[in-house]
């Protein structure tokens, strides 16, 4: 920000530098095993060959990528030609995530500002009730919802109680579905941080705005979006990345037309069938895009904030 | 009010509750077009609370107000045509000061350009033309203080609200800022309506001065009435410094009351409307119109002094009176006014000068 005065440098600054740099070290630690090591890991199986039986061969190979890119006829002599099997999955599966997404966050910001407009008791009993259905394991929840949703679970038998339709509506295995699996698994992800956000937002700007006659809507567009959009930001990757990697509620609720990434790689490490290298290679390229995604959601955060 | 003025707020019977608490109790008061009008009084008397009821912030429980002859209690903020000054000034963080100042003009409907324009001449007014591109974090809080006034000011709104504006700037720019704003007002012609709880801030500024406490009004009047004419104990109090002594009114005749104090001495003095004979009552002297003296003169108390206090253009002297009561007294630092400064444990009298002392009720 402002110039001129000369960085503090000298001994105090340096013990405090090395200081940090010791207590980072759990943290560095943690990010290691956790982190680097696993997707190292993933980065050397996804170059071996495959072993039959699952697990793998010792042995360099780029036949793992080859095989999600590219046919190479029935024989697998042919030239490259492009395999739209799996980049069909996958764009069928950012698709998905990109709409849960967008759907999580118009359900999600009215539900985030209602709870942070609320007086504080009751706001911390709203933040409560959200996630209570985390107490849940993911599995069973989302087996529940297939029972919710069944042609004859209770959500066709209240349609047909209220007269709303005659035969029961179709839902499991549709894409509804998985987008319904999709809300229930993530939208808290898409509520708390915007919470967070419109909960730290000054009140008084909204009114300095009404008192420099803007509307409502215009105090919303103007203000208040602009203030809490790290929170939407957050909420959406923290939407969009589960969801693009999810496996549980398209394989429950969707059914075998709706298989998304997170089944596709899910299967290559189960079993007998599977084949890791391919696994590994699909996680990678999933790893990829969503680097990407993160990448260009940073660099416009840092667009918007400018000179400040 | 002056005949003839038109009135630019008016406030009938306003009320304000939250709940059980009221903290607004029938306030009914008019404000001048043009006039510098200050919302005086000590913390929670409310000031905020009408402030707000004007911006349309909060609703009124009960009453109407009225800007221009027009009723206004029940549209909401946006629709008002006043701009209010806020007390941590509310600028917008992601834009810029121009764009900030601008807000206003284009949500009424100006075009990009034309706000700009005057949202520059604005930044001129307040002398702030060469930071228009930065944001609000990158100014001194004197400079942010402009920026809300300009905002405030860009749309011309009838009347301006301003909400302690000057409370977070230290001493010197404070006075600075005090000249700028009564300059600014004179020169724009837009009625003010000002809330402070520093008394000498609103006797510099004012027109005139509304003086609340606990939701009430207490007086209503330009700065010299409320100063010399005090209504009653509270305000005299409260305004400037003052002592007060407990007295037993006598007889009243025409504005003057004889009253007799505790040690039994007589004073003559003027006296607001309220007070009854045979009654209790307060005396109220301002300090510096009060002299200490050698002589027994005759309408002088005699005291003993306890401190001298040097306070650099004013020499105050603590002193204290037969049967108890304490007393302050203000001179000059100059030729004259050394002459009677007295060492602690001496014995003086206490004159007054004319129609200083005034009786008031509580
Ligand atoms: N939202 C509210 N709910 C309940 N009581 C309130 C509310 N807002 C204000 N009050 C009360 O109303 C009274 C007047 O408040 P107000 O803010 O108008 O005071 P003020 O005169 O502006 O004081 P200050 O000089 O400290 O700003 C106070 O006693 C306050 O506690
Ligand atoms: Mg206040």
Same mark, same amino acid.
């Given at each position: 920000?402002a ?26 630690a ?6 680097a ?8 199986y ?6 039959? =039986?699952g ?7 780029t036949?793992?990528?080859?095989q ?8 697998g ?14 764009? =069928?599966?950012?698709w ?8 999580s966050?118009?359900?999600g910001?009215?539900?985030a ?7 504080e008791?009751?706001r ?9 259905p ?22 066709n038998d209240?349609l047909?109680?209220?007269g709303?339709t ?16 999709l ?11 915007i919470?967070?956000?419109?909960e730290?937002?000054?009140f ?14 215009a105090?919303?567009?103007?203000i ?6 790290p929170?939407?930001?957050a909420?959406?990757?923290l939407?969009?990345v589960?969801?693009?990697?999810a496996?549980l ?8 037309r ?8 899910e ?19 999933l790893?990829t895009?969503v ?13 918007t904030?400018?000179?400040? | ?10 406030i ?6 939250y709940?059980e ?7 009914s ?9 200050t919302?005086?009084?000590p &913390?929670?008397?409310?000031k905020?609370?009408?402030?707000r009821?004007?911006?349309g912030?909060e ?14 209690e ?21 834009? *810029? ?13 100006q075009?990009?350009a ?10 001129e007014?307040?002398?702030?033309s ?18 809300a ?8 709104p009838k ?23 009564k ?21 510099t500024?004012s027109d ?6 606990a939701g ?15 209504r ?9 410094e003052?002592?007060l002594?407990?007295? *037993?009114v ?11 104090l505790?040690?039994g001495q ?17 005396? &109220?002297?301002r ?5 200490l003296?050698?002589?027994?003169a ?14 650099? *253009?004013?020499? *105050?002297?603590?002193?204290?009176l037969e049967n108890?009561?304490?007393?302050t007294?203000?001179?000059?630092n ?20 004319p129609?200083?002392?005034r009786?008031?009720?509580?």
């Amino acid at each position: 920000m402002a110039g001129g005065a000369p960085a503090p440098g000298g001994v105090a600054s340096q013990t405090f530098a090395s200081a940090r740099n010791w207590l980072l070290m759990p943290s560095w630690a943690v990010l290691l095993v956790f982190v680097a090591a696993p997707v190292a890991m993933m980065l050397v199986y996804s170059f071996l060959t495959k072993e039959f =039986r699952g697990g793998v061969i010792w042995e360099f190979s780029t036949g793992a990528y080859d095989q999600f890119f590219c046919n190479r006829g029935l024989f697998g002599d042919e030239p490259c030609q492009i395999e739209w099997t799996y980049i069909n999955i996958f764009w =069928r599966s950012i698709w998905q995530a990109g709409l849960a997404t967008v759907l999580s966050l118009l359900i999600g910001f009215p539900t985030a500002y209602f709870i942070a407009t609320r007086s504080e008791k009751t706001r911390a009993l709203w933040v409560f009730a959200i996630t209570i259905p985390y107490w849940v394991n993911l599995l069973i929840r989302t087996v529940s919802m297939k029972f919710l949703l069944r042609d004859q679970g209770p959500l066709n038998d209240l349609l047909i109680g209220l007269g709303l339709t005659e035969d029961p509506l179709r839902i499991i295995n549709t894409n509804l579905a998985v987008q319904l699996g999709l809300y229930y698994s993530y939208l808290p992800f898409m509520v708390l941080p915007i919470y967070a956000a419109v909960e730290r937002y000054n009140f008084t700007l909204s009114e300095a705005a009404a008192d420099l006659y803007a509307t409502k809507w215009a105090t919303l567009r103007r203000i208040v979006l602009p203030a809490v959009k790290p929170g939407i930001v957050a909420g959406c990757i923290l939407v969009f990345v589960p969801s693009l990697g999810a496996f549980l509620a398209p394989d429950l609720l969707g059914g075998a037309r709706n298989f998304m990434i997170g089944s596709l790689i899910e299967e290559q490490f189960k079993g007998n069938a599977g084949n890791w290298p391919f696994g590994a290679a699909a996680s990678m390229i999933l790893l990829t895009l969503v680097l990407l995604v993160l990448l260009v959601s940073a660099t416009q955060q840092r667009r918007t904030k400018g000179a400040v | 009010m002056a005949n003839g003025t038109t009135v630019a707020v008016d406030i009938r019977n306003a009320v304000k509750r939250y709940g059980e608490f009221t903290a607004l109790k029938t306030i009914s008061l008019g404000i001048a077009d043009n006039e510098f009008f200050t919302l005086l009084g000590p &913390s929670g008397c409310g000031k905020t609370t009408l402030l707000r009821m004007i911006a349309g912030f909060e609703d009124v429980t009960a009453g109407e107000i009225f800007l221009y002859g027009e009723e206004i209690e029940t549209l909401p903020p946006h629709k008002r045509p006043v701009n209010t000054v806020f007390q941590n000034y509310a600028l917008f963080p992601h834009m *810029t000061i121009l764009e900030n100042v601008g807000f206003g003009l284009e949500m009424l409907g100006q075009s990009k350009a034309q706000a700009r324009t005057r949202a520059g001449e604005m930044l001129e007014l307040v002398q702030l033309s060469q930071f228009a591109a930065r944001k609000p974090a990158q100014l001194s809080g004197g400079q942010q203080q402009r920026v809300a006034l300009a905002r405030a000011l860009a749309p011309s709104p009838k009347v301006l609200l301003l909400d302690e504006p000057l409370s977070a700037l230290d001493l010197k720019l404070r006075k600075a800022m005090q000249i700028e704003l009564k300059h600014i007002q004179r020169e724009t012609g837009i009625t003010f309506i000002f809330v402070t709880h520093d008394q000498e801030e609103a006797l510099t500024m004012s027109d005139r001065i509304a003086v609340m406490s606990a939701g009430e009004l207490q007086q209503l009047g330009s700065p010299r009435d409320i100063y010399e004419r005090p209504r009653n104990r509270f305000v005299a109090d409260f305004i400037g410094e003052t002592n007060l002594l407990d007295v *037993t009114v006598d007889r009243i005749d025409g504005g003057i009351a004889e009253c007799v104090l505790d040690s039994g001495q007589r004073l003559s003095c003027e006296a607001a409307d309220s007070v009854a004979p045979d009654s209790r009552a307060h005396l &109220s002297i301002r300090p510096e119109r009060l002299v200490l003296g050698h002589d027994p003169a005759a309408p002088a108390l005699k005291a003993q002094v306890r401190e001298t206090i040097f306070v650099g *253009t004013d020499i *105050t002297t603590l002193l204290t009176l037969e049967n108890g009561p304490e007393i302050t007294v203000r001179s000059s630092n100059s030729a004259r006014g050394n002459k009677r400064v007295f060492a602690p444990g001496a014995h003086a009298f206490v004159a007054m000068e004319p129609g200083a002392a005034r009786l008031l009720v509580d």
